[in-house]
């Protein structure tokens, strides 16, 4: 074969591969959206920030392996290499990394809310105890404030009978 098609051949494998890891890296947002919510506004901005990168890598690509020039095949291929690997082991990889991360936070999580149990328990008492004293210190206040009234109007009377 000349060197020009073996130049165009690696060129196209080059774009199927682009492909694959265009659609790899996108795959991590997935899993990321699958362990946490996303409202619909953050995943468009992830998308446009991705989508931009993906462009930048490609466009770079080009540059580097064909002085910048589009060439349709470059497109086809990396379309190609998309839908492979979508079609072969993007699910799987997906539902495998996702759950295993899964699991590890529902491990993560489970040790330490069991590190923290005596803390949950001594601030549930601490809230049981704030809350006996405040209804307390209400009683005691009102009380106190009834038996100011009653000791401002006696000596309202006693200034009234000496004026």
Not at 82 to 105: D, E, H, P, V
Not at 106 to 113: E, G, S
Not at 141 to 157: D, R, V
């Amino acid at each position: 074969m000349s060197q020009n098609i073996v130049n165009e051949v690696t060129f196209f494998l080059h774009s199927f591969f682009m492909g694959i890891i265009i659609t790899f890296m996108y795959d991590g947002f997935l899993i990321l959206r699958r362990l946490i919510r996303h409202s619909d506004l953050l995943i468009s901005l992830e998308d446009m920030v991705f989508w931009i990168a993906c462009a930048i890598g490609v466009f770079y690509m080009l540059y580097e392996e064909n002085n910048g020039i589009l060439r349709w095949f470059a497109v086809f291929g990396a379309a190609l290499g998309m839908i492979a690997y979508k079609k072969s082991i993007s699910t799987l990889i997906i539902n495998f990394i996702s759950g295993l991360i899964g699991r590890i936070f529902r491990i993560f999580f489970d040790i330490l809310r069991f590190i923290l149990r005596p803390v949950r328990f001594l601030a549930r008492k601490i809230v049981k105890f704030s809350a006996f004293f405040s209804r307390k210190g209400k009683k005691v206040g009102k009380c106190a404030k009834n038996k100011l009234t009653g000791k401002m109007k006696l000596l309202k009377i006693t200034l009234c009978r000496h004026s």
